[in-house]
């Protein structure tokens, strides 16, 4: 059960939910009008641009799972004021499509992972956020201005993330196989997660999908601790790469900036001293931000 259990009589009151989307996990949070976490659920990978149904249905997904969680009926879910921040929206004909969704909420107010992200890492509209994780990206929103830096997608981009760490990495390890590399520990770190050597990871890794590259980041910030010259250029190239998204965004002037995502505490050591030390830590997961951007579209709209 949720950290607040409760029955039908609470449908009376206004519920709120929060939906953060990306290409790994869709998470989803139920609060009440006071702010109590009543439910939470995971569904599966929820970026539109690598797949629009199994976004729709990992979101539904999802929220049943919290509704579960909540101690509500699945029928609950028409009771709900939802704010969706998904992976891939930033693009407008994706946008469109998710927004014209017969979806199942009272109401649904879409906005960007990125958006969601940074009202969360804040709590306040104004700030500034980075994202380390399957993909990479940095964002800011001052003075009713958003900017937005890389957000290009794994493999077009995506510097610094982890399915970028996995890509370098194969790529580093085929060369080594032919002795047209450096010799590196990827080459058996790699090797024996994928149980193939050579051609044979071509084979293994030719259909994979950007969050099976992103589980090799490991082996590559692991390889770079022990000081393996190959894993030390991927990973000091990805922290630069950050630290120069990070001057960009400071330029915006936004209150404050934190960095966001699965390899932002190992990724962090490795970007410059004064950018690392400039970093504010989040105060709240993003699919509170979507809570957050929920709550304020409907103050909005009610007034308008």
């Given at each position: 059960m949720g950290i607040h259990p409760i029955n039908d009589s609470a449908l009376e009151e206004p519920l709120y939910?929060?939906?953060d989307g990306g290409g790994t996990k869709c998470r989803a949070r139920i609060v009440s009008a006071k702010d109590e976490v009543l439910g939470t659920g995971v569904g599966g990978p929820a970026n539109p641009l690598h797949g629009v149904q199994q976004t729709l249905n990992s979101i539904q997904t999802a929220t049943e799972l919290a509704l579960a969680d909540a101690g509500l009926p699945v029928t609950a879910i028409s009771h709900l004021t939802a704010g969706l921040?998904?992976?891939g929206v930033n693009l407008p004909s994706l946008f469109d499509v998710i927004n014209k969704w017969q979806h199942p909420f009272k109401t649904m107010y879409l906005t960007t992972d990125l958006h969601i992200?940074?009202?969360?890492?804040?709590?306040?509209?104004?700030?500034?956020?980075?994202v380390a994780g399957t993909g990479s990206c940095g964002y800011s929103f001052v003075k009713g201005k958003a900017t937005i830096l890389g957000a290009h997608g794994f493999p077009f981009g995506d510097i610094g993330s982890g399915a970028w760490m996995g890509l370098e990495a194969i790529k580093a390890v085929l060369l080594a196989s032919d002795n047209l590399g450096p010799q590196s520990i990827l080459s058996d770190l790699i090797g024996d997660h994928l149980q193939a050597k050579g051609v044979m990871i071509v084979d293994k890794m030719a259909a994979a999908k950007s969050s099976d590259y992103a589980k090799l980041a490991i082996f590559v910030l692991?390889?770079?601790?022990l000081g393996d010259a190959v894993a030390l250029s991927i990973v000091q190239q990805g922290a630069d790469y950050m630290s120069a998204v990070a001057e960009k965004l400071w330029e915006t002037e936004p209150p404050r900036m934190s960095?966001?995502?699965g390899l932002a505490p190992r990724l962090?050591?490795?970007?410059?001293?004064?950018?690392?030390?400039s970093l504010s830590p989040p105060?709240?997961?993003?699919?509170?931000?979507?809570?957050?951007y929920a709550k304020r579209m409907s103050r909005l709209t009610a007034t308008a």
């Open positions: 939910l929060g939906i921040g998904l992976a992200a940074c009202l969360g890492a804040h709590n306040r509209d104004e700030g500034a956020v980075m692991d390889a770079a601790d960095l966001l995502g962090t050591p490795w970007m410059k001293p004064s950018i690392a030390e105060l709240s997961q993003p699919e509170f931000g979507a809570i957050y």
